[in-house]
């Protein structure tokens, strides 16, 4: 079965920082690219940022709204992804998924998603 | 920037059709896909690539596209199928959601 497991989601003051993890099973995780997307409370998808695979030499891209704060990486040993929060903000708080996304085979969808963890940015 | 524009809200009788709308600037070049999320859940991929159903998803869920508008189609709808459904698409390299439709079965 595929999963995807977000953990290391806390409540954490302004300024500070967070590390999530998005631990994977079921498929080949270095054949997929990974997506991070955040949803505050009460509010609609945001797409965060997105890793590739190493075959597009991992490289990354990220929503402005993040950009130069969140940073994200892969360890496909261990099949997980990881997203790096720094300055975090009031406004980051959102509860962040991360999804696999199989590439131009199906127009570059996000197939299966984790479950979530949560993110409360509050001093 | 680029935006997806739905409607906040549709509604419909159980069993009827409804109907969820996404425009956007130059969607006509994009490939549109749909995700359901129910409240308190994960969003799922009802469509990809315009019109393409995923394994598992029901018939009654089908899409079509024309000119910078996407439509997302339910047949028969359920009460199961209440939830918010969001379109996406993707400007060059960035991925954007529509604002969400929240869908009412009555």
């Known amino acids: 079965e595929v999963q995807l497991v977000e953990s290391g989601g806390a409540l954490v003051q302004p300024g500070r920082a967070l590390r999530l993890s998005c631990t994977t099973s079921?498929?080949?995780?270095?054949?997929?690219?990974m997506a991070w997307v955040r949803q505050g409370p009460g509010k609609g998808l945001e797409w965060v940022g997105l890793?590739?695979?190493?075959?597009?030499?991992?490289?990354?891209e990220s929503a402005a709204s993040v950009k130069g704060r969140f940073t994200m990486s892969r360890d496909d040993s261990k099949s997980v992804a990881y997203l790096q929060m720094n300055s975090l903000e009031t406004e980051d708080t959102a509860v962040y998924f991360c999804?696999?996304?199989?590439?131009?085979?199906?127009?570059?969808?996000?197939?299966?998603w984790g479950q979530g963890t949560k993110v409360t940015v509050s001093s | 920037s680029f935006e997806l524009t739905q409607p906040p809200s549709v509604s419909a009788s159980s069993g009827q059709t409804a109907s969820i709308t996404c425009s956007g600037d130059?969607?006509?070049?994009?490939?549109v896909c749909w995700y359901q999320q129910k409240a308190g859940r994960s969003p799922v991929l009802v469509i990809y690539?315009?019109?393409q159903r995923p394994s598992g998803i029901p018939e009654r869920f089908s899409a079509s596209k024309s000119g910078n508008t996407a439509t997302l189609t339910i047949s028969g709808t359920q009460v199961v199928d209440e939830a918010d459904y969001y379109c996406?698409?993707?400007?060059?390299?960035?991925?954007?959601f529509g604002g969400g439709t929240k869908l009412t079965v009555l």
């Open positions: 999804a696999r996304d199989p590439g131009a085979v199906n127009g570059d969808a996000f197939d299966i």
């Open positions: 079921g498929f080949t995780f270095a054949d997929y690219a």
């Open positions: 890793i590739r695979t190493e075959g597009y030499e991992v490289t990354t």
């Open positions: 130059k969607l006509r070049d994009k490939y």
């Open positions: 690539q315009n019109a």
């Open positions: 996406q698409a993707w400007q060059s390299t960035t991925a954007v």
